[in-house]
């Protein structure tokens, strides 16, 4: 079971540059997540997606938008990277919105260096 | 505002021995409270949780403790092994369901 597959694992951009982060998951699940972890920091929920269609923003949401393609697929888009969005994200997912009680899934994580 | 707190940074204990994680939390809303699990170039895991009408679980050797009057809840491990060495975050959550997560703690068990 691929679980939480995130792309890429590592990239570097310049200061103004975009790219997407892609998540895909194969659990069925209804809500997806994305995390920024920095050192000292801990996680911190940038945006997550409840269900198919609705998506919301987290505890830091500036600079990104993200897109809940479809059931399986949320994406988190940076338009112009700033050197304060170098970090590791994390995508996770969970079975439905109101039972986040224990199991939430992360993938691997992406590492991301803004120049 | 830090909602919810791991305050030491580090624990180093030797194999065999018990390691006690602590976590203390703010939000007296936050009603259901999680470890997780981090080794490096992994995403975090899921160890073990405790709802707020508890106050203690045990899974095998790691056990958490919630003492809701002061906002504190413990993760013990014993007997403590080296594959035990990760980053411990701890996470809590209420109504909204949003999970919190505190900066997490290193821990290392020498052999």
């Known amino acids: 079971n691929a679980g939480v597959t995130q792309t890429p694992k590592f990239q570097v951009l310049k200061t103004g540059q975009s790219m997407t982060l892609q998540c895909a998951q194969d659990?069925?699940?209804?809500?997806m997540y994305w995390y920024r972890q920095d050192p000292g920091m801990g996680l911190r929920l940038i945006y997550y997606?409840?269900?198919?269609?609705?998506?919301d923003k987290g505890e830091v949401p500036n600079g990104y938008n993200v897109s809940r393609l479809n059931k399986r697929e949320f994406s988190l888009r940076l338009e112009s990277a700033a050197p304060s969005q170098t970090s590791v994200y994390f995508c996770?997912?969970?079975?439905?919105?109101?039972?986040?009680?224990?199991?939430?899934?992360f993938g691997e994580g992406s590492r991301l260096t803004v120049l | 505002d830090q909602q919810v707190k791991q305050n030491s940074p580090s624990l180093s204990v030797q194999e065999g021995r018990i390691s006690i994680l602590n976590c203390d939390y703010t939000?007296?809303?936050?009603?259901?409270f999680l470890w997780y699990k981090k080794y490096p170039a992994e995403g975090p895991t899921f160890l073990i949780s405790?709802?707020?009408?508890?106050d203690k679980n045990e899974d095998g050797r790691f056990t958490v403790f919630l003492n809701k009057s002061a906002k504190h809840l413990s993760l013990h491990i014993v007997p403590s092994q080296p594959g035990d060495s990760a980053v411990y975050f701890c996470?809590?959550?209420?109504?909204?369901?949003?999970?919190?997560f505190g900066k997490g703690i290193t821990l290392s068990v020498r052999p």
């Open positions: 405790i709802s707020s009408i508890k």
């Open positions: 659990m069925n699940h209804n809500s």
């Open positions: 939000n007296s809303m936050f009603d259901y």
């Open positions: 996770a997912s969970t079975q439905s919105w109101g039972a986040v009680t224990g199991e939430l899934f």
């Open positions: 997606s409840a269900s198919e269609g609705t998506t």
């Open positions: 996470a809590a959550t209420g109504a909204n369901s949003k999970l919190t």
